[in-house]
C-alpha cells in the first residue's frame, strides 16, 4: 500500500488508488497494513485500495476521539464558530460537488440523478445544522421560592457512528453533521461495500476546520471494528443506520455500557392507492416510491395496495411506466435505475423473487437479473412487479432491499389500515387520495415515522426521518436529533438572602 505523505487535504484529488483511515486529523495506513479493494457494482471492476481498519486502529480512533472531547476546544468553541466550520464544510462539497457525485456513483453504482440529490442533500445537512445550532439550548423552568432553575445542553461524548452502503455519503452527513454541531466527537465506520466518500467527508471536515480527533473514518469489518467500538467503554453513543437484526444485535451489545443508541432500520413501507385518487400521479409517484435507488432504500414502499376499483387500471399503467424504467451505465443522465450493490444482494432478492413464485405469486413484469451489454460483469436486476400475494408470504412480510415490490387489492379504509400496519417495521408510508378528511384519518392511524400523502418524497433537512417499531428509534435530519446528541443538565439555584437549612439542626 502507499504510504502516506505529508499532503494537504486541499492537494488531493478526491479520485485516487489509495485511500486512508483518517485519525487524529491524519490520513494513515492501518497499523497491520491491511488493505481491502473497493469494486464498482456497475462494471465489476476494482475502484481503490482503502486501508483496512483492525480492532487496533479503533482502538487508536476512540482514544483520538476521547481525548479530543475531554481535552480539546471543539465542544468549547462559541457556537457561532462550530456554525462557521459546518458551513465551511457544506461550500467545500459544494464546489467538489461533481466529484463526490461521480465517485459516490463508481463505489454503490446509484445512478446519476439519485448520486446528485444526495450529495445535495448530505450538503445541505451540514448547512441545516450549521443554522439548527445556534437555536439549540436549554430551558429556564419556574420553580417556587427563590429557587432557579434552568437546564443546558451539553455534548454526550464520543460517538460511534456505524453507516450502510445504500447511502454512502448521506448517512455519514445525517451523523456526522448534527453530532460535531454541539461538539461531541465521532468515530465513523463506513460500510466495507462503499467506503469511499465517507472518508473524503472526514478529509473535507478537517480542510474546513475542524480539529484533530473531533472526526475519525475508519472503514473495517462490521464483525470487528464495529463490534468493538459498540463494546468500547470509552464511546459514549452509538448511531447505527442498517438492517433490523444487526440493530438488535448493537443494542445488546451497547447495553453493557449503557451507551446511548440510535438506530435506523429496515422498512417494508406500505404505499395505498386510494379510488378517489389522482392515478396517473400515483402510478408515478408509486413508481418512484419503489425503484428509486434501485430499490434499496430503508424507506422504500415495497407493499403497494391498490383500491379493488382502479386496480386493473394502475396495474396497466403502473406495469408499462416500469417497463419503460431505463437500466443502465449510472453515469449517464438517461438511466433510471442503477446497479445492485453486489452479487450476493442480487442473490439475496433474487432469493425473494423465487420464493414469491413458490407460493403461488405472479410475476407482472421482471422477476430475474438483467444482462446488459457492455456491463455484464456489473450486478443488474429487472424491476419486479409481483402480484397475487398475501400477508403470509416471506416476499410481503420480510424486506428485500431491492427494486421488487408486491401488490394487493382491498376494498375498504379500515381493512387497508389494519394491512397496513400488520408489519414489524414502521418507517415509511404513502396514501394516494383526493379527500383530505381521509389522508388525515389515515395518516394519524398508520404506524410509521413517516407518511406521505400525494407525494413521492420523504426527507428533507429538518424533516424527521426514522421509524416506528423494528424499524428502529430516534429521529434524525432534524432539531430533535439534537437531542439525541447531547446529555441535558439541570442547574437548580438558590438566590434567597435566608441561607437554606432543611434539616432544621
Ligand atoms: P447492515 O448489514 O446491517 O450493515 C450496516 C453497517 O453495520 C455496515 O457498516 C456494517 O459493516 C456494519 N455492521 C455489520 N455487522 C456489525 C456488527 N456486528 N456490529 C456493528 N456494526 C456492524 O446493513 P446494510 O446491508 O449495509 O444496509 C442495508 C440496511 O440498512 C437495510 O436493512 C436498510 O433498510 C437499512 N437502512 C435503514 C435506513 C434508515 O434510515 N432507517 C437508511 C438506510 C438503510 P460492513 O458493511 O463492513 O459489514
Ligand atoms: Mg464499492
Known amino acids: 500500500m502507499a504510504t502516506v505523505k505529508e ?37 465489476g471492476e476494482a475502484i481503490a485500495t482503502v486501508a483496512k481498519a483492525s480492532k487496533e486502529d479503533a482502538e487508536k480512533a476512540v482514544l483520538a476521539a476521547r481525548n479530543a472531547f475531554d481535552f480539546g476546544k471543539w465542544r468549547h468553541f462559541p457556537v457561532n464558530k462550530r456554525s462557521r466550520v459546518l458551513n465551511k464544510i457544506a461550500s467545500i462539497m459544494r464546489a467538489r460537488f461533481n466529484e463526490l457525485v461521480e465517485l459516490e456513483i463508481l463505489d454503490s453504482g446509484k445512478s446519476l440523478s439519485a448520486a446528485q440529490g444526495q450529495v445535495m442533500q448530505a450538503i445541505e445537512d451540514f448547512e441545516f445544522y450549521a443554522g439548527a445550532i445556534v437555536g439549540h439550548r436549554g430551558v429556564v423552568n419556574n420553580v417556587p421560592g427563590a429557587f432557579h432553575n434552568y437546564t443546558e445542553k451539553e455534548p454526550v461524548g464520543v460517538c460511534a457512528q456505524i453507516i450502510p452502503w445504500n447511502y454512502p455519503l448521506m448517512m455519514a452527513a445525517w451523523k456526522v453533521a448534527p453530532a460535531i454541531a454541539v461538539g461531541c466527537s465521532v468515530v465513523v465506520k463506513p460500510a466495507t461495500l462503499t467506503p469511499l466518500t465517507a472518508i473524503l467527508l472526514g478529509e473535507i471536515c478537517i480542510e474546513a476546520g475542524v480539529p484533530e480527533g473531533v472526526v475519525n473514518i475508519i472503514p473495517g469489518a462490521g464483525s470487528e471494528v464495529g463490534n468493538y467500538l459498540v463494546e468500547h467503554e470509552k464511546v459514549d453513543k452509538v448511531a447505527f443506520t442498517g438492517s433490523t437484526p444487526i440493530g438488535k444485535n448493537i443494542m445488546e451489545r451497547a447495553s453493557k455500557t449503557l451507551k446511548r443508541v440510535t438506530l435506523e432500520l429496515g422498512g417494508k413501507s406500505p404505499n395505498i392507492v386510494f379510488n378517489d385518487a389522482d392515478v ?38 403502473f406495469t408499462l411506466k416500469t417497463k419503460k424504467l431505463v437500466l443502465g451505465n449510472p453515469l449517464n443522465k438517461e438511466t433510471h435505475v442503477g446497479a445492485i450493490i453486489s452479487r450476493d444482494q442480487l ?48 416476499a410481503v412480510r420480510e424486506e428485500i432491499f431491492g427494486p421488487v415490490v408486491v401488490v394487493m387489492k382491498f376494498s375498504d379504509e379500515k381493512e387497508v389500515i389494519k394491512l397496513a400496519n400488520d408489519s414489524e417495521f414502521g418507517l415509511g408510508s404513502a396514501i394516494w387520495t383526493k379527500d383530505h378528511g381521509r389522508a388525515t384519518r389515515v395518516a394519524n392511524q398508520i404506524q410509521a415515522g413517516i407518511v406521505m400523502v400525494n407525494c413521492p418524497f420523504s426527507a428533507f433537512p429538518g424533516t424527521p426521518f426514522g421509524g416506528y417499531k423494528q424499524s428502529g428509534f430516534g429521529r434524525e435530519l432534524c432539531i430533535e436529533t439534537l437531542d439525541l446528541y447531547t446529555e441535558t443538565k439541570s442547574i ?11 434539616f432544621g439542626v
Not at 479520485?15 to 483518517?22: P, T, W
Request: hydrophobic fraction near 30%; include cysteine; charged fraction near 25%.
Open 7 to 43: 499532503q494537504s487535504f486541499e492537494q488531493l484529488e478526491m479520485k485516487r488508488e489509495v485511500y486512508h483511515l483518517i485519525i487524529n486529523g491524519k490520513r494513515v495506513n492501518s497499523e497491520n497494513g491491511e488493505t481491502f479493494t473497493t469494486y464498482n457494482p456497475a462494471t
Open 280 to 317: 396517473d400521479a400515483a402510478v408515478d409517484g408509486s413508481l418512484f416510491g419503489i425503484f428509486y435507488n434501485t430499490g434499496q432504500s430503508c424507506e422504500a414502499r415495497s407493499r403497494l395496495y391498490v383500491h379493488e376499483d382502479i386496480y386493473d387500471e394502475f396495474i396497466e399503467k
Open 347 to 394: 442473490e439475496v432478492i433474487d432469493g425473494y423473487v423465487k420464493s414469491a413464485i413458490e407460493d403461488g405469486a405472479t410475476i407482472v413484469t421482471g422477476g430475474k437479473e438483467a444482462k446488459l451489454d457492455g456491463l455484464e460483469n456489473g450486478h443488474w436486476y429487472e424491476p419486479t412487479i409481483i402480484t397475487n400475494v398475501n400477508h403470509d408470504m416471506k
Open 492 to 502: 437548580i439555584s438558590y438566590y434567597g438572602s435566608r441561607p437554606l437549612n432543611p
